[in-house]
């Protein structure tokens, strides 16, 4: 489902908005619109992800299994 909102943007931004359609580089403002709200919503969510990180640690249950791995030979040598 989508809805239909009404944004005001400077006229530089508006321009910018057509030009990048009309070179072809996308199919819309509304794409491009979309795009960078996702783009944003991605930023916050890996800001909130790094909150956590510091709050509980970046230690793992897997840690050590991990370096125990990475120092094992490979197959066959």
């Not at 794409?31 to 510091?54: K, N, P, S, Y």
């Amino acid at each position: 489902m989508t809805t239909q909102i009404a944004v005001r943007l400077p006229d530089d931004l508006v321009e910018f908005l057509d030009k990048t359609v009309s070179h072809g580089d996308a199919p819309s403002r509304a794409a491009i619109v979309t795009e960078a709200l996702e783009a944003e919503r991605r930023r916050q969510a890996a800001i909130h992800d790094v909150r956590l990180l510091g709050e509980a640690g970046t230690e793992d249950d897997l840690d050590d299994l991990v370096a125990w791995s990475a120092r094992q030979k490979p197959w066959g040598d």
